[in-house]
């Protein structure tokens, strides 16, 4: 029986092919596909997904003497076997089965030397679908240092097909590649490569026997055990292991780094210097940034006529967008560190570390890819579930994925600890900054991890199944793909900057403007306040408009946590994205500023703050009962949303909402009326 | 009503309309998005 899901190529509705070449890159996860594509194409990239579907679609124009050429970076994979999204959407986009991309002219697979018999797996698979292949063997140094010497003449004789060491970083190689490839190209059509033809105990005519088989057990293991049966051959005749006895280098690494005490102190130990380090070198650029703003928004009040349009732009736009942005060089920073981790195959073990603590409460070994992915931002995360086959494995797993500490977060906790943490140190030489910085990740993991415990014994009970994870060898990070990492990390900061926390800024300007308590005539906040020589009448007209009737409405749910009606009013707009914490706040307190006054920076006048009787507003224990608030709390309408359209249900969105508002609460409480009775202020 | 509150009032309708929209199309339709939200929550 035909897998319903696998559609197979129908001339008629193929796409039109044009004259422009399409090269496939194909590779398995960590060959170094992603290094070889950024190499051909340089920044001439584009992103989109594959029509109906999550699944990122890279593509980029890879020059060869002139002309262009289509490159289409494939997902990472195993095997063409169906069995996830990405393998379904690369079969089609190799059948030439999708309407928007014509079928492949050639496809080059990203051959990983040291792992070379799992990396053809995918080759064989590669070559059942007729298109011309081109091998990119890389990291054959590093398969040297293996003490694997790999005899590229005869790997490429046996398998029938242009093989072709290649170092991307430093272009060696690529030449050859460009003109294998446009030969190869030349050559589609052609009958395919059969790797098959000196019989391994089955043979395919064509490739939707094969896609017929995959349903078909029996012949399907046939095919599999044919394929192993071959690349073992293959392997053996094309490679030599010059001394098996010597211990490889990654694996001595790795006995220190993946051991269950020694490894977790490390990783604690690296998160700690990278938070500390990203507090200490970004404190000067946030610094001008912060200033720079301030400059901004006095210069284009002295220029603007006074009346709503001025406050709008002053109080809202600018220290709205403004408060977000000064946080840039800390996002640049946390997403610096996070490639280098990424690109020297840290993370990979911090993975392996982390992935035996989720095995014991049933979570999936699968689940650790969306739940770090969720450390940028719990969209993509909640996505990347969809590789979790079963339903109830995939709930669990998206229903804690938001625990995990978002990009989106970073700003609330940087802002609270640099106002009140700031300078302080533990042991005399860690910062305490970065030692809460780390608690609050690690809280995030802790109460994920508990949930899940929770969750996989009652309403989602099913024995998670085993998983085999592969840690990468060890390597040199990139620069340049740490760099462009970087980048686009930042660019999509600022560009949610420019777009939605903008609208969001104005919304809420919109809410702490309107209604007027007064309005004799044109008269605005400053100069109202200016009048009356108090900050009351302002007070007075944000106690008294939309936003402030809200939070004074919840102020008695929230003051055992420490919070007042202001800080009620931030935590209401957060609930729409979490870094709009910080406009909120930076409009809050922007809109009592004084005209003439230097002004004052977010911190100060958070620090500054005062309620009716003449206390301060904020403590130390409000900025860390914050934090934990934020830690747990559900503030993200976009996730909602996502969660609904994954789920297809609204009674997981409200249950998400609820349990993580609900713990949120309860933490929050614990934290601040705890940290009163132990003398804490 | 002078031109100032007009301005304000249209922008104000603008951004509430967009960030309706934003909402709406994450909750419905990302094929029909540009870019996958590889990395950003705020990502179209």
């Known amino acids: 029986m035909k897998d319903s899901n696998i559609k197979i190529a129908d001339s008629k509705s193929e796409p039109q092919k044009t004259d422009q070449l399409v090269i496939a890159l194909a590779g398995n996860p960590n060959a170094g596909k992603t290094t070889l594509f950024n190499s051909l194409t340089g920044l001439r990239q584009k992103t989109a997904n594959y029509s109906g ?32 999204l990405d393998e379904r959407i690369a ?17 080059i697979a990203v051959v990983d030397a040291t792992n070379l018999e799992r990396n053809l797996y995918l080759v064989t698979q590669l070559l059942e679908f007729g298109i011309p292949v081109v091998i990119a063997l890389t990291m054959v ?12 003449d005869r790997l490429s004789e046996m398998l029938k097909i242009p093989v072709l060491e290649v170092k991307a970083k430093q272009k060696i190689g690529i030449d050859e590649l460009s003109a294998k490839v446009l030969e190869a190209a030349a050559g589609a059509g052609k009958p395919k490569t059969d790797w098959n033809s000196n019989g391994n105990g089955f043979h395919e005519s064509n490739t939707e026997d094969i896609h017929l088989s995959l349903s078909d057990n029996e012949a399907g293991n046939k095919l599999i055990f044919a394929r192993y049966n071959f690349i073992s051959e293959v392997y053996q005749e094309s490679v030599n292991p ?12 790795d006995r220190v780094l993946t051991h269950k005490f020694f490894g977790l102190v490390i990783l604690v130990g690296i998160l700690l210097v990278v938070f500390q380090t990203i507090f200490t070198w970004a404190a000067l650029p946030m610094d001008l940034l912060d200033a720079g703003f301030g400059t901004f928004g006095e210069f284009v009040g002295s220029q603007m006529p006074e009346g709503i349009l001025r406050d709008l732009v002053v109080d809202g736009i600018i220290a709205g967008v403004g408060g977000i942005l000064i946080f840039l060089p800390q996002i640049l920073l946390l997403f610096l560190f996070i490639s280098i981790l990424e690109d020297t195959g840290y993370m990979a073990r911090a993975a392996f570390l982390l992935d035996k603590l989720m095995s014991k409460v049933g979570l999936h070994g699968k689940a650790f890819l969306p739940l770090m992915s969720s450390f940028a931002c719990a969209i993509p995360g909640i996505m990347a579930t969809r590789t979790i086959e079963n339903r109830r494995d995939r709930l669990a797993t998206i229903m804690i994925a938001p625990f995990m500490s978002c990009s989106a977060r970073l700003p609330v906790y940087a802002l609270m600890i640099a106002t009140f943490f700031a300078g302080q140190t533990v042991f005399g030489f860690i910062s305490l900054g970065a030692v809460l910085m780390l608690a609050m990740y690690a809280l995030g993991i802790i109460v994920a991890v508990i949930a899940a415990f929770f969750l996989k014994r009652t309403m989602l009970k099913a024995p998670p199944p085993p998983f085999v994870m592969e840690l990468p060898p060890y390597r040199l990070p990139n620069l340049k793909t740490v760099l462009i990492n970087m980048f686009e990390r930042a660019w999509l900061f600022i ?15 919109a809410l702490m403007y309107f209604p007027r308590s007064e309005e004799p005539g044109n008269l605005n906040v400053q100069q109202t306040a200016v009048e009356l020589g108090e900050d009351q009448k302002v007070n007075n007209q944000l106690e008294n408009s939309f936003a402030g009737i809200l939070g004074r409405t919840i102020e008695p749910v929230i003051r055992p946590l420490g919070f007042d009606w202001k800080i009620g009013v931030a935590i209401i707009a957060s609930f729409a994205a979490r870094e709009v914490l910080v406009s909120t706040l930076s409009i809050i307190y922007n809109v009592g500023e004084d005209a003439n006054e230097e002004s004052p920076t977010l911190m100060n006048a958070i620090k500054n703050a005062k309620k009716a009787d003449g206390t301060t507003v904020w403590t130390p224990l409000t900025a860390l009962s914050l934090m934990v608030f934020f830690v747990l709390a559900m503030q993200c309408m976009s996730t909602l949303a996502v969660v609904r359209r994954e789920t297809n249900s609204w009674s997981w969105v409200i249950f998400m909402f609820g349990y993580m508002t609900v713990l949120a609460y309860i933490a929050s409480l614990v934290t601040y009326q705890g940290g009163k009775l132990l003398g804490f202020s | 009503m002078d031109i100032q509150t007009i301005i304000v009032g249209l922008i104000i309708i603008f951004a509430a309309t967009y960030f309706g929209f934003e909402i709406f199309k994450k909750g419905k339709s990302f094929q029909q998005t540009k870019k996958n939200c590889g990395d950003e929550c705020g990502c179209d």
């Open chain 1, 91 to 107: 079969r089609e986009v190799l059948m030439g089965s999708l309407d928007e991309l014509p079928k492949p002219d050639a496809i």
């Open chain 1, 53 to 84: 579907v999550t699944v990122e679609r890279k593509e980029g124009n890879w020059n060869i003497d002139g002309e262009d050429i289509r490159l289409i970076d494939l997902p990472g994979l195993y095997s063409l076997d169906a069995t996830s």
């Open chain 1, 242 to 253: 010059v001394n098996e006895e010597e211990a490889r280098f990654s694996e001595k690494i």
């Open chain 1, 495 to 509: 560009k949610r900057a420019g777009t939605v926390i903008l609208a969001i800024s104005i919304i809420l300007w």
């Open chain 1, 141 to 152: 140094d590093l398969a040297e240092k293996q003490n694997l010497e790999i005899d590229v």
